[in-house]
């Protein structure tokens, strides 16, 4: 079974910086697209950053320039570096990933992680 799990949240004054990895395991064959997600209280999930297999990125327009979207595809990881947070960078963080299994029938199904909350105070 294909597992994220995340690490890295916390809790961080404004202007400073965390830094989140995801390490996807269990049966992969291939990863297509890896992302991170939020989801502020009271707040609909939204995307926050995002990459493909081959490394193209896509930002949510409030962390351009201040949030670096990586991956590592010999470590299936996806990393969030976060510089300069606000606080209303505050949310539980999600994982996501694309990910084609390894055994018969060979599905491509979304996976996620169980959420790491980062707390930024003013």
């Known amino acids: 079974q294909v597992q994220l799990v995340e690490s890295g949240g916390g809790l961080v004054q404004a202007g400073g910086s965390l830094r989140l990895s995801c390490a996807a395991s269990?049966?992969?064959?291939?990863?297509?697209?890896m992302g991170w997600y939020r989801q502020a209280p009271g707040k609909q999930r939204e995307l926050v950053a995002a990459?493909?297999?081959?490394?193209?990125?896509n930002y949510a327009d409030s962390v351009k320039g201040r949030f670096t979207i990586s991956r590592d595809n010999v470590k299936n990881t996806v990393y969030l570096q976060m510089n300069s947070l606000k606080p209303e960078d505050t949310a539980v963080y999600y994982c996501?990933?694309?990910?084609?299994?390894?055994?018969?029938?060979?599905?491509?199904?979304?996976?996620w992680g169980q959420g790491t909350q980062v707390t930024v105070s003013s």
């Open positions: 269990g049966g992969i064959f291939s990863i297509n697209s």
């Open positions: 996501n990933a694309v990910v084609r299994r390894r055994t018969p029938p060979y599905l491509t199904n979304d996976y």
């Open positions: 990459i493909t297999s081959g490394s193209s990125t």
